[in-house]
């Protein structure tokens, strides 16, 4: 090497440009914690949204992930995120894999050639009770608003859902009735209930409900879910000035969550990153007597966050923005009251 210098000098440059690379990199934890946390939850447990489950993201792949977050669900909860750029997404992605230590499993982009004709009278027989006949998933016995079966641990998917039919491959949908997925109460129809030609025949049939699709409604510049605040404080300082603005404001305050909890080992638990949990119990119980849905998002919690660079973040729900998914007037309105009061904490902290 000492013989060739130019090669010497190319090979630091190389070594240069990868590190700065590197440190610009998008945070993935920072962005989740940005535009997903207040529906999916900081660990992932979900609650507006789906739970994130190390045995859900092992069914799926990375290219359907970054199509499910560039997508969202149209007229469901999961927002279309347009404006985060390819690697922030690419960030995020890295992230879920990260934390639950799981890798895409490789399923191809091959179409699956079925009879859709068939594929209807066996989805009917056998898939209609939890999917509806339009796929939207609020069959009977599910939905949000309707009382659900037990057994059911989460919302059966919106299988002719734009933004699911967009993301899923052909093969993915084929693995999922085939197997079933144990972790949502998903049966596996594999197993001797039906052959490989009638799971074919169902993926050609909810593949064809990308054929009744509409344009999904325009994005409001408003929809974010979580407010971001930069404080001009230190780590400590601003934490020390949210708990005194918090008790300020009649809120009991729970112990403080790393939001790394739980997902790492003690010892490698980042302590620099802080969820602060508050409630007030009056208030708490007027709006589950309005909503007794919000118990999934419940206690309000505003994350602490020190960058590498020790410049330190706040991120708090966007209650207006949360608030609408619910579909309930009188919880806009007082959810738009909590709103104001969490700008006045926001305000008091960052004096």
């Not at 440059?13 to 946390?37: M, T």
């Not at 997925?181 to 799971?199: C, N, Q, T």
């Not at 300020?248 to 790394?260: L, S, T």
Request: glycine residues 8%.
């Amino acid at each position: 090497m000492q013989k060739f210098p130019l090669l010497r000098r190319l090979c630091a440059l190389l070594l240069a440009f990868a590190a700065a690379q590197a440190a610009a990199a998008p945070d993935g934890l920072e962005l989740y914690i940005a535009h997903c946390s207040a529906c999916h939850r900081v660990e992932g447990q979900g609650g507006i949204g789906l739970p994130l489950p190390a045995e859900k993201l092992a069914e799926v792949t990375d290219d359907y992930l970054h199509k499910t977050i560039r997508l969202g669900r149209p007229g469901r909860v999961m927002p279309a995120f347009e404006r985060l750029s390819d690697a922030q997404v690419d960030a995020i992605v890295r992230f879920l894999r990260e934390r639950t230590e799981t890798k895409d499993p490789g399923f191809d982009n091959d179409q699956v050639v079925g009879d859709a004709a068939h594929g209807e009278l066996v989805y009917n027989e056998h898939c209609i009770k939890c999917h509806a006949a339009d796929g939207t998933g609020e069959g009977e016995g599910t939905g949000v608003t309707q009382s659900r079966e037990r057994s059911f641990l989460v919302m059966p998917a919106s299988i002719s859902n734009s933004g699911f039919l967009g993301s899923a491959s052909d093969r993915m949908i084929h693995t999922v009735v085939e197997h079933g997925r144990r972790w949502s109460g998903m049966p596996a129809f594999g197993d001797g209930k039906l052959s490989d030609g009638d799971i074919n025949d169902v993926v050609a049939y909810v593949r064809s409900f990308e054929q009744r699709q509409s344009a999904p409604e325009a994005i409001g510049p408003d929809e974010r879910p979580t407010h971001i605040y930069e404080s001009p404080h230190d780590f400590e300082t601003t934490i020390a000035n949210i708990k005194t603005a918090l008790t300020g404001a009649n809120f009991r305050i729970f112990p403080d969550r790393f939001v790394e909890q739980g997902v790492t080992d003690e010892f490698s638990v980042n302590q620099r990153q802080v969820g602060i949990r508050f409630c007030n119990f009056n208030v708490l119980y007027g709006m589950l007597k309005i909503e007794p849905r919000l118990g999934i998002v419940l206690p309000c919690r505003i994350t602490v966050m020190e960058r590498p660079d020790g410049t330190v973040i706040m991120a708090i729900p966007n209650l207006r923005v949360v608030s609408r998914w619910f579909n309930n007037d009188e919880l806009v309105g007082l959810w738009d009251q909590m709103e104001e009061t969490f700008t006045e904490i926001i305000d008091e902290v960052t004096l």
